[in-house]
């Protein structure tokens, strides 16, 4: 016989399950008041002020405290506990060089396990940004198929994950492509006017500013005023002005006319990559200082950006005449074979030719340059020796070791060379408006094209906390940590990052500052960073004891001038 319930009954019996059910839930499932706390840290908050002891709370993307907390197990999903620890904003690199395609993918870990949360590209050096999926075209460009650069390497950026947020600047050389095409000559009016009107759209789009070099514009197309035309579309938009500097192209010139341009224009200017070439002794960089301090006094705003590198590297070839390199590696070695032309190569490589670069008179002679890479086993062993060590051990003298090395190695032949003097390179980290980036890229741990990275994108930011903080207090931690966050931020508009403050977002990095340290070469360019513990990238960890985590939090990040949602 069934027995039929009333309706009553059957409604009251449901709604006791779901009430049952929903508290169970609950207890389960505790409603916490935050998503992350970086509890007993040592707090240094990206402004230059001294460093102060407390927790940091993070709700969504946002940090939300900063100060104590009590019953912290109880309040959020995870606590780092980060006594001993160094809690600061995460690092950003305004000298990045980074690929777009390395920044897509997830076995590129070289910038933030050293603690780099931001990337900024397109500052100084030669565009990394991607072309049209048909690669550029010839002659003038017209309409929204041709768009610059930067709009292509956003919108394929937007499109994909990334484990850091990345931001760019409008390129000069890239400006001029956009409306010339390839064609290397002077533009009409209505093509400057073209121009004009990109960098400004530039802006409204996201763009930081508007970044130039020798290297990124081609050459006698834009005259200097012209330059500052293009520089003045920035100023309604808060753009920085950024100018890389070539040290071989003379960088006492080349500062007084970026400074001259700044206050034509009355714009904001960031030296990028200050470096001086040639060992002329110590202080060598008092007369670019004494450039860029006299426009301060007179209210311009005028900073730098420095890597904490001194040296370069190039192939061996490059440090010869040119006429010596023409026709190719043929030509090379029959001039080789002749001693007569041996003779003069070495003669010239000590001479200074007049507006030219010397890179062995730049590097201070034989003991500046350093065998990094050479394809035949009897020199490969000297490799990390300058010329004039293995030119000891071989009893012979330093230019005929360079020449035979040229002689008897199958292929390019790295060295490394330095461009300035290790008292200048402090020096320059010193000052007060001199900020720090890392002059290097995130590498893919298996690039493609097999290229050898540069030791910046795997330790930059380490290497300045071990060896210029702590082992040589050359900065003390707060005023290193001001010059790779909050310093960099203000710079570039970037009003929500480089701060530890509430209502910031969460980029944040912690590390151990009794262990961090970037051991990457030349030699060994990827040995990974040491002592960085956690790297928090909008409220979401990147990085957690140390070890990469499958996390893709980044963001593209707009500069000032893009309208509000």
Same mark, same amino acid.
């Given at each position: 016989?069934?027995?039929?319930?009333?309706?009553?009954s059957l409604k009251r019996a449901t709604l006791a399950l779901?009430?049952?059910?929903?508290?169970?839930?609950?207890?389960?499932?505790?409603?916490?008041?935050?998503?992350?706390?970086?509890?007993?840290?040592?707090?240094?908050?990206?402004?230059?002020?001294?460093?102060?002891?407390?927790?940091?709370?993070?709700?969504?993307?946002?940090?939300?405290?900063?100060?104590?907390?009590?019953?912290?197990?109880?309040?959020?999903?995870?606590?780092?506990?980060?006594?001993?620890?160094?809690?600061?904003?995460?690092?950003?690199?305004?000298?990045?060089?980074?690929?777009?395609?390395?920044?897509?993918?997830?076995?590129?870990?070289?910038?933030?396990?050293?603690?780099?949360?931001?990337?900024?590209?397109?500052?100084?050096?030669?565009?990394?940004?991607?072309?049209?999926?048909?690669?550029?075209?010839?002659?003038?460009?017209?309409?929204?198929?041709?768009?610059?650069?930067?709009?292509?390497?956003?919108?394929?950026?937007?499109?994909?994950?990334?484990?850091?947020?990345?931001?760019?600047?409008?390129?000069?050389?890239?400006?001029?492509?956009?409306?010339?095409?390839?064609?290397?000559?002077?533009?009409?009016?209505?093509?400057?006017?073209?121009?004009?009107?990109?960098?400004?759209?530039?802006?409204?789009?996201?763009?930081?500013?508007?970044?130039?070099?020798?290297?990124?514009?081609?050459?006698?197309?834009?005259?200097?005023?012209?330059?500052?035309?293009?520089?003045?579309?920035?100023?309604?938009?808060?753009?920085?002005?950024?100018?890389?500097?070539?040290?071989?192209?003379?960088?006492?010139?080349?500062?007084?006319?970026?400074?001259?341009?700044?206050?034509?224009?009355?714009?904001?200017?960031?030296?990028?990559?200050?470096?001086?070439?040639?060992?002329?002794?110590?202080?060598?960089?008092?007369?670019?200082?004494?450039?860029?301090?006299? %426009?301060?006094?007179? !209210?311009?705003? *005028?900073?730098?950006?420095? &890597? @904490?590198?001194?040296? /370069?590297? +190039?192939?061996?070839?490059?440090?010869?005449?040119?006429?010596?390199?023409?026709?190719?590696?043929?030509?090379?070695?029959?001039?080789?074979?002749?001693?007569?032309?041996?003779?003069?190569?070495?003669?010239?490589?000590?001479?200074?030719?007049?507006?030219?670069?010397?890179?062995?008179?730049?590097? %201070?002679?034989?003991? !500046?340059?350093? *065998?990094?890479?050479?394809? &035949? @086993?009897?020199?490969? /062993?000297? +490799?990390?020796?300058?010329?004039?060590?293995?030119?000891?051990?071989?009893?012979?003298?330093?230019?005929?070791?360079?020449?035979?090395?040229?002689?008897?190695?199958?292929?390019?032949?790295?060295?490394l060379y330095s461009l300035m003097s290790e008292e200048d390179?402090?020096?320059?980290?010193?000052?007060?408006?001199?900020?720090? !980036?890392?002059?290097?890229?995130?590498?893919? &741990?298996?690039?493609?094209?097999?290229?050898?990275?540069?030791?910046?994108?795997?330790?930059?930011?380490?290497?300045?906390?071990?060896?210029?903080?702590?082992?040589?207090?050359?900065?003390?931690?707060?005023?290193?940590?001001?010059?790779?966050?909050?310093?960099?931020?203000?710079?570039?508009?970037?009003?929500?990052?480089?701060?530890?403050?509430?209502?910031?977002?969460?980029?944040?990095?912690?590390?151990?500052?009794?262990?961090?340290?970037?051991?990457?070469?030349?030699?060994?360019?990827?040995?990974?960073?040491?002592?960085?513990?956690?790297?928090?990238?909008?409220?979401?960890?990147?990085?957690?004891?140390?070890?990469?985590?499958?996390?893709?939090?980044?963001?593209?990040?707009?500069?000032?001038?893009?309208?509000?949602?």
């Open positions: 016989m069934t027995v039929k319930m009333p309706q009553l779901a009430l049952g059910c929903t508290l169970l839930a609950c207890r389960e499932s505790p409603q916490y008041e935050f998503d992350l706390i970086v509890a007993g840290g040592k707090l240094v908050d990206g402004s230059g002020s001294l460093w102060f002891p407390g927790d940091l709370a993070v709700r969504g993307e946002e940090i939300v405290h900063v100060g104590a907390l009590e019953n912290r197990e109880q309040k959020a999903r995870r606590v780092i506990d980060a006594r001993g620890l160094w809690v600061t904003p995460g690092f950003i690199d305004i000298l990045s060089r980074s690929n777009p395609d390395d920044l897509l993918r997830p076995d590129s870990p070289g910038k933030v396990r050293q603690g780099v949360t931001t990337e900024v590209l397109g500052g100084g050096h030669p565009s990394p940004f991607l072309q049209t999926a048909a690669g550029p075209e010839p002659g003038p460009r017209k309409g929204s198929a041709n768009r610059p650069p930067w709009e292509h390497t956003f919108h394929r950026l937007r499109q994909g994950d990334i484990t850091v947020n990345v931001a760019a600047y409008a390129q000069a050389g890239d400006v001029v492509r956009s409306v010339l095409g390839e064609e290397a000559r002077e533009p009409t009016q209505p093509e400057f006017a073209a121009m004009k009107q990109r960098v400004g759209q530039a802006m409204l789009e996201g763009a930081l500013g508007l970044a130039d070099s020798p290297q990124l514009s081609p050459p006698g197309v834009l005259s200097r005023e012209q330059l500052a035309e293009l520089a003045l579309q920035m100023k309604p938009h808060g753009g920085v002005y950024s100018v890389g500097i070539d040290p071989r192209a003379g960088i006492d010139n080349s500062v007084k006319e970026a400074i001259e341009l700044a206050e034509q224009a009355q714009i904001p200017l960031d030296i990028l990559g200050l470096r001086v070439a040639g060992h002329r002794g110590p202080g060598q960089l008092q007369e670019v200082f004494g450039s860029i301090e006299k %426009g301060r006094e007179s !209210g311009l705003a *005028l900073t730098a950006s420095l &890597s @904490p590198y001194r040296s /370069a590297r +190039a192939n061996l070839e490059d440090l010869l005449p040119a006429w010596a390199t023409e026709g190719g590696r043929e030509a090379l070695l029959e001039r080789l074979s002749r001693s007569d032309l041996r003779a003069r190569i070495l003669r010239e490589l000590r001479r200074k030719r007049r507006g030219q670069f010397n890179a062995f008179l730049a590097a %201070g002679g034989w003991e !500046g340059v350093v *065998l990094l890479q050479a394809e &035949s @086993p009897k020199f490969q /062993a000297w +490799a990390g020796k300058s010329i004039q060590a293995i030119a000891t051990e071989l009893d012979q003298t330093p230019g005929d070791t360079l020449l035979d090395l040229l002689r008897e190695t199958q292929g390019p032949v790295a060295v390179l402090r020096h320059a980290l010193q000052a007060s408006w001199v900020s720090i !980036g890392s002059g290097g890229a995130t590498a893919a &741990s298996d690039p493609s094209d097999g290229e050898v990275p540069r030791p910046h994108g795997y330790g930059a930011f380490a290497r300045v906390l071990g060896k210029y903080v702590r082992e040589e207090g050359v900065l003390d931690l707060e005023e290193a940590i001001h010059k790779m966050t909050g310093m960099n931020a203000a710079k570039l508009g970037l009003q929500d990052r480089g701060l530890l403050r509430v209502g910031m977002k969460a980029d944040i990095t912690i590390f151990d500052a009794e262990r961090v340290a970037g051991p990457a070469t030349f030699l060994e360019p990827r040995r990974l960073a040491e002592g960085i513990e956690h790297v928090v990238v909008n409220g979401t960890l990147v990085i957690d004891g140390g070890q990469l985590r499958d996390a893709r939090p980044g963001k593209i990040l707009d500069g000032p001038g893009k309208p509000g949602p």
